[in-house]
T-cell receptor, first 116, second 112 residues
């Protein structure tokens, strides 16, 4: 299975601090996503990103969140001023271009964010 | 709003078949996925099926889709202890297919 990697695996931060979560998608993938999973809850979509811009975002993805792909490889999620309720597992996902009938979406191992 | 529902727990004996069920409410769901999550790991894509298909088989995995009832199932033949994990069903729609909606996951425990 093609591999999406994420760093760090675990991030602890104090409330109000900024955090940046990093993802390295598969090189030929063009569509990128962030999801989160609060402990005991469902995996929730946050944002999709294509051609260096946001394609779609959920209600969760408010002004405190931003995404970018600064160097053509890393895909980052920034939370400007973290809140306790931002504590969750954050998953990056990637998908190839829409060629043929391939709609496989691959997930990274996740970053566990703990806000204290 | 739209929802994806799964039973929370399934216990199965090694060597038996497992069947994990999922229902979804969005009638425009076009792509339906099964992911596996082992403890401390990410979401591993197992398989997916288009809504114009009834069945898809991949080695020990068989996916059945009843579009009329909006019911999806994953059958694992000859279940092994390594199949113990949480299994997530997810749906995507054509207009924003990459935005997957997940179920809560089914914890599968395989006993010897």
């Amino acid at each position: 299975e093609p591999e999406v990697t994420q760093t760090p695996s675990h991030q602890v931060t104090q409330m109000g601090q900024e955090v940046i979560l990093r993802c390295v998608p598969i090189s030929n993938h063009l569509y990128f996503y962030w999801y989160r999973q609060i402990l005991g809850q469902k995996v929730e979509f946050l944002v999709s990103f294509y051609n260096n811009e946001i394609s779609e975002k959920s209600e969760i993805f408010d002004d405190q969140f931003s995404v970018e792909r600064p160097d053509g490889s890393n895909f980052t999620l920034k939370i400007r001023s973290t809140k306790l309720e931002d504590s969750a597992m954050y998953f990056c996902a990637a998908h190839p271009a829409e060629t043929g009938d391939n709609y496989e979406q691959y997930f990274g191992p996740g970053t566990r964010l703990t806000v204290t | 709003g739209e929802d994806v529902e799964q039973s929370l727990f399934l216990s199965v004996r090694e060597g038996d078949s497992s069947v994990i069920n999922c229902t979804y409410t969005d009638s425009s769901s076009t792509y339906l996925y099964w992911y596996k999550q082992e403890p401390g790991a990410g979401l591993q894509l197992l398989t997916y099926i288009f809504s114009n298909m009834d069945m898809k088989q991949d080695q020990r995995l068989t996916v059945l889709l009843n579009k009329k009832d909006k019911h999806l199932s994953l059958r694992i033949a000859d279940t092994q202890t390594g199949d113990s994990a949480i299994y997530f069903c997810a749906s995507g729609v054509t207009d924003s297919w990459g935005k997957l909606q997940f179920g809560a996951g089914t914890q599968v425990v395989v006993t010897p």
